[in-house]
DNA sequence: GTCCCTGCAAAAGTTTTGCATTGCG
DNA sequence: CGCAATGCAAAACTTTTGCAGGGAC
């Protein structure tokens, strides 16, 4: 993954950030993100964690996601095209692969005029142990 | 659209902020709003706008987005269900309708187990004019 | 009079930036 | 040595909250 033939340089604070998101299952904030980093490197600071995150990101090695209206970013080590569903009652977020077919594309393509690259589809709902519940 | 009917008091500083929203055709901030707000009511204070804007959306009487990567929250007088298509070039932001097919609402259901409430999907791409540049 | 609303200021929260220091290459 | 990266603190920015004053009913 992360090897001397990236463009920047391996230090052991950038590998314990990175360490960090792709053990994480729940899409941590850099908050959280930066607490679990303490474990293994009780000096960093807030602003290398920040600063780890965005450079990650810029280099496609880990997704920065915006998801519901927490207006607070995301991290994803899953950088594949995929989708995400979030519990609105008790917060969880899971990865889903719904690709949109090419027709969806073509129509937001005809009715915008835009030249379309991508998309991001997040749903709402309830997940299983809310619905028991 | 807002009478004495609703559950809450139509102030002049709420009707100005409703009718910048309803005549705002490009997705404003709170600080743009403000600041258009600013022109017919010039004594309004942030916190008034911010308040009304919630006030707003929790009557559904608009729509409060999360556009991007931004973290800042944009605001849609169109409450119906939609889409939105974001130019990566200038920053654009148009509204498109292009539901879904039921589907793939089903199999975002069946692969995450959720009870899907609704979605939200935004397009990447590249706006006519950015194209033609 | 009561209650809701406003405006101001301060607070809270996330993210970025400045800067001196450290430490790899 | 030279340069990039770090840690700390302060700043920037968005949004919320506390509170005293004011207006509507």
Known sequence: MLDATRPFRLTPQRAAVFQVVRDACDHPT?????????????????????????LLAAHREILELQLGDDAVARYDANTAPHDHILCTSCGAIADINVPLPESTTRQAARESGFEVEGYELQFLGRCAGCVTQ
Chains 1, 2 share one sequence.
């Open 30 to 54: 850099a908050r959280e993100i930066y607490a679990r980093v303490k474990a293994c490197q009780p000096g960093i600071g807030f602003a290398t964690v920040y600063r780890t995150l965005n």
